[in-house]
């Protein structure tokens, strides 16, 4: 099998793996179950009134949603992007796509990422892992990227536990941080990073507002566990015994809210990582985030259908409103500025 094979079979493993196994972490959440809403019995809102628009990427949305990076490269991959893109446009979500490295290395499979004209008016991102910029990658490669997507932005995922287990992953992290860096300066479109279920700490969130970062997408523990997806690929028995070992590591996804609003960072946030409805994108919103991402919780509805997927947004839309409703929040920003969400048992 070729590299190409690879890459194409790596992205269909993924797929079937995350539809059918258990790959969440052990013994760690996301956090949001220990914090609880105030309610409020006179809310002092019409619900009908509840407004959840926003903007992103300068462009107005109608939700505060992303669709987390998750999938390209493969004929299934383009399907569940083409869904996604069309429930997108329809609902005001943003989307974010899956890694383009596979574009970059097969052009033929180009197309699986290309779902602009699916989607004209979102806010779209283009992804790639910020590890590849150690291992052949750079400005040029990440403008394939960019405008085959016909992106707003670029994230950069960093996902160094992930390719430690993974067969054929690359683990040269060293050095990173300053490529990043210089990408930020010659890049002519905005950069956001993201990790894929570890989690970001406040540090490392403002050193990367610091040096030009637009966006940070936290991605944090509670949810797909990456380790456990490439644990069940892997042939290894020292690499699955080590995925086992690191199942329960990481920043669950609140924690990561509250340290970077502690440390006072002032870019876009994201809150992904184990989301799995929009109650509890409502309390990351009220902990600090700009918007709420979701990944593997719709994977079963984009493969289904354009029409699911639909069904779903519109009822994690209400569920949103639901939980503003409760505690007489009419706009996102006065949710994101409330004093009626507490920890539990404090």
Known sequence: MNQRDDVNKRKADHIQICLNDDVNGRGITTGFEQFSFIHQALPEVDFTDINVETSFLEKKVATPFLISSMTGGTEKAMTINQNLAIAAEEKGWSFAVGSGRAAVEDPERAYTFQVRKYAPSIPIIANVGAVQLNYGFGVDECKKIVDLVEADALVLH?????????????????????????????????IGVKEVGWGINGKLAGRL???????????????????????????????????????????PTSE?????????????????????????????????????????????????????????????????????????????NELKNTSSIKRVGS
């Open 158 to 190: 960093l996902n160094s536990l992930q390719e430690l287990i993974q067969p054929e992953g690359n683990t040269n992290f060293r050095g990173l941080f300053q490529k990043i860096e210089e990408l930020c300066q010659s890049f002519h479109l905005p």
């Open 209 to 251: 507002f610091d040096i030009g970062i637009t966006f940070i997408d936290v991605a944090g523990a509670g949810g797909t566990n990456w380790s456990q997806v490439e644990k069940l690929r892997s042939t290894d028995p020292l690499k699955r015994a080590v995925a086992e070992a690191i199942s329960g590591l990481g920043i």
């Open 256 to 332: 990561c809210l509250l340290d970077i609003k502690q440390n006072e960072s002032t870019g876009t946030l994201i809150a992904s990582g184990g989301l799995n409805n929009g109650v509890e994108a409502a309390k990351a919103i009220a902990l600090g985030a700009d918007l709420a991402g979701f990944g593997r919780s719709i994977l079963a509805e984009a493969v289904t259908s354009e029409k699911a997927l639909i069904d779903r947004f519109t009822q994690t839309e209400y569920e949103l409103k639901a939980a503003m409703f409760s505690i007489g929040a009419a706009s996102l």
